[in-house]
């Protein structure tokens, strides 16, 4: 059979740029190819780089979806079903509203693919596929195999370093797509010696590791630090933790001595209550400071995750955590709008209470609001939202923000001014065949950019 499996487009925030949809290919598509049984043929289509072909006729076609892009995606899917053609989604969106998206399918997986994939496409050959797959009986980490990456395109995108470790997160944040039904597992990790293994095929010495949380297992990751560390590889690296890493500081030793540049921490709030409102127990606001100042002695950057409209958010929040950023120079800063991802926790909890306003999915990228917040105007939420990009990007707070380290004050001051500064002429220049000498340098920086 020829495979061709999609990745519709994604949508855009007011302060992305065209570089955005050409950060780093679909790891989940990559997977499937390895995944694929070598008799079949696999052709990726990415939309977020090319053009999408839709008048061809593929054997099977597989789709990846998430929330922002689910609409493209039933779309797509819409349009070859109709010209009779096999169409199979999976994925985040996917998984989590699995009544809805079946409806656009002949068959969906649900949860990771890596013990159902195969099956589907041996089905699909026999002409006796199945509505559904549940790719979530017990998944073992010796299961992900290495995505496929010499299957992309040369030059089209900013980052091929990407590199998953694990699966999930011990926690469950209520607003997290880890907090759906059908996430019935914590956190999977691959063996560390296969983890290594795919450092090396990479062929370079910056590895962007995109797993939710690489502390969510952290006798795991003292293993794999330990491991990093005995290869003495010179990498320089980049990942999300979750906040309670100021209770592994040991861990955050191993973390700068293998090469960690910078950390994407989930702070999501200032606001104690608010963080218990949405289940995010393991974030201790009294000892955000001391976190920050322990990464910043090693010589690491922190990226803010944070989230506002919760709650227990009032218009008081914006300046209250743009002073806190600025008195504690974070070095970048990532602000959602709290968001209610289909299937989870939070999606239940306000979808009940008649406070969602919004159901089209394209507005679920976390610039828009989507929900009726409680002690603010969505109005007021979003023009906050606004203006915390504004002030934390305006000159006077990047020279505030500055970092003490001196090997750290020139990536900071690129991703500050040439990605979100001025990222639209970035991604001008990008366009004329500079993308790979962008790349090049936004790997160095190994940055965790969003
Ligand atoms: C890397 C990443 C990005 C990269 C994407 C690079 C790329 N081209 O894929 C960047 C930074 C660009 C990005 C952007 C955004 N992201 Co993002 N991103 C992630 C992250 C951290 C990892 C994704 C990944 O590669 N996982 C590893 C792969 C192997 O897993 P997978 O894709 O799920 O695939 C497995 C299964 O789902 C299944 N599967 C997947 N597709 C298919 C298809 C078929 C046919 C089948 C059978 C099976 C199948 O099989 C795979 C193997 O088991 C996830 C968090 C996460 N853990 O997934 C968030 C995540 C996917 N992102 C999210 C969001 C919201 C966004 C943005 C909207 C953010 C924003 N504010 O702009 C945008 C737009 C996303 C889009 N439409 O593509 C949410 C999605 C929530 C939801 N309910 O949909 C997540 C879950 C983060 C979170 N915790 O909330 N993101
Ligand atoms: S800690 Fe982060 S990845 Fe884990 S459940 Fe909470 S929001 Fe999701």
């Known amino acids: 059979m020829l495979i061709k499996l999609i990745q519709p487009r994604m949508t ?31 052709l990726i289509a990415d939309e977020n780089v090319a053009k999408l072909a839709l008048d061809d006729r593929p054997d099977l076609v597989g789709i990846t979806a998430n929330v922002d892009n689910a609409l493209r995606a039933y779309q797509i899917a819409d349009g070859y079903r109709e010209r009779g053609i096999l169409v199979v989604g999976g994925g985040i969106h996917i998984s989590s509203v699995p009544e809805e998206a079946r409806r656009h399918f002949d068959a969906i997986c649900v949860g990771n693919a890596e013990t159902v994939w195969p099956t589907i496409c041996e089905d699909a050959d026999a002409g006796s596929l199945k509505p559904l797959y549940r790719g979530h009986a017990p998944l073992r980490g010796s299961d992900i195999p290495i995505p496929r990456r010499e299957l992309v395109p040369p030059g089209a995108y900013l980052y091929t370093n990407t590199i ?25 990790n691959r063996p560390v010696a296969e983890v290594i293994r ?15 949380n690489l502390v969510g297992n952290p006798a795991w990751t003292w293993e794999f630090l330990h491991a990093l560390e005995a290869e003495n590889l010179s990498l320089k690296w980049n990942a999300a933790v979750s906040a309670n890493l100021v209770n592994h500081l040991p861990l955050l030793d191993l973390m700068a001595a293998t090469g960690c540049n910078s950390l994407f921490v989930g702070f999501e709030s200032i606001n104690e209550q608010a963080l218990a409102e949405v289940g995010k127990r393991q974030n201790k606001v009294a000892e955000f400071n001391r976190l920050i100042a322990e990464i910043h002695r090693r010589g690491i950057m922190v990226n803010a995750s944070l989230v506002f409209g919760l709650d ?13 950023l600025v008195a504690n120079k974070v ?28 159901h089209d999915y394209s507005h679920y990228n976390t610039a828009n609001v989507v929900y009726k917040p409680m002690l603010l105007t969505p109005e007021e939420l979003r023009a906050g939202y606004l203006w915390m990009y504004k002030e934390f990007y305006s000159f006077e707070n990047i020279f505030r923000r500055m970092p003490e380290s001196k090997r750290q004050v020139i990536p900071y001051l690129l991703f500050n001014l040439a990605y979100r500064k001025f990222g639209g002429l970035t991604a001008f220049l990008a ?3 500079l993308l790979t000498w962008v790349g090049r340098i936004a790997r160095r920086l190994a940055y965790h950019v969003e």
């Open 312 to 324: 227990h958010d009032d218009a008081s929040m914006f300046k209250a955590t743009m002073k806190w």
């Open 331 to 358: 070095e970048t800063m990532t602000g959602h709008i709290l968001t209610p991802y289909p299937g989870t926790v939070l999606h239940d909890r306000l979808e009940a209470g008649g406070r969602i306003i919004d």
């Open 431 to 433: 366009r004329f065949g």
């Open 198 to 212: 795919e450092i090396k095929t990479l062929g370079t010495r910056h590895v962007m590791f995109i797993d939710d």
């Open 12 to 42: 855009m925030r007011p302060m992305d740029t065209l570089m955005k949809p050409r950060l780093a290919p679909s790891l989940g598509l990559l997977t499937l190819a390895t995944l694929t049984p070598a008799e079949h043929e696999i």
């Open 164 to 188: 998953s470790t694990s699966r999930g997160c011990p926690f469950k944040c209520d607003f997290c797509y880890n907090s759906c039904e059908y996430v019935n597992y914590k956190i999977v």
